[in-house]
């Protein structure tokens, strides 16, 4: 059964820039992923197995699983996972419009990231920045954000594990934080997401997610605990959009998908020519 948006998701996603989602996952997809992880997590940067690739930004961030819809079923349910599809479908909008033509969605990017002790992901992203991809807006009661990802945690995120920071409403900042450092992606350097004034830290069980709109200042604490935390991302936005890194999806994925999913994975299925 689909999940819905609630009025009272609308209005919080509104007010705060995310909803958690409980139970987003049951317990029998954690356990598929979870074991999918286990086949891929050796990964080292830069190296693939079959179409996933190990990918890491240069710091302390961990190990991102890229392009992890293709690594089998459990992996593509989440495309149009019904407990949030419809939340997707809501809050990038355009429903009803020519954006819808070559689908109502598209993922530009999807990964699966563990990270162990001492790492974490610095504070990035906010309003103040003004970037085009990862937009909100809502106008004419209607939503028309840019990029809203789904984050399903893995394994249970509580204190000291390194859970996502956000900082509540700032996709609607108009200024800059004055704590901000923008340095998450630099060698070796961890801003701290978790000491920013006005910063709250996200506990999840496994099997739930954060929704939130890509504008909304986040990162993570870091991890001080033994052992690993391991979370999925997957970002939507329209459906001309485009991907954000070099990876394109393989024919053994589009071949596998439903026809709902492969608009989603890759919106124009049929390529116009002159020849055809
Ligand atoms: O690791 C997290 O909790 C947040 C991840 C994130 O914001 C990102 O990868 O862009
Ligand atoms: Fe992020």
Redesign the pocket.
Known sequence: MKNKPTKLEKYLFDLNGYIIIKNAISQKELKACNEIINDYKLLKNGEWKDYVHGHNYGGKEGLNLQQIYEAGKPFEKLIDHPSWIDHMLEFVGGKGTFDHEHGPLFIDENFA?I?GPGEA?GI?SGNPEGIQRNHYRYQNGKFHCSQVNI?VALNDIGPGDG??VVIPSSHKSNIQHPEYKKNYMKKNEVSSAENMTGSIEIYLKAGDALLFVDSLC???AKRINKGERR?V?YRYGPSWGFFRHPYRPSTKLLNSLTSFQRKIVMPHEKILTPNK
């Open positions: 990231n990270r992901i990035h984050l859970g996502t986040h990162g993570s979370i991302v």
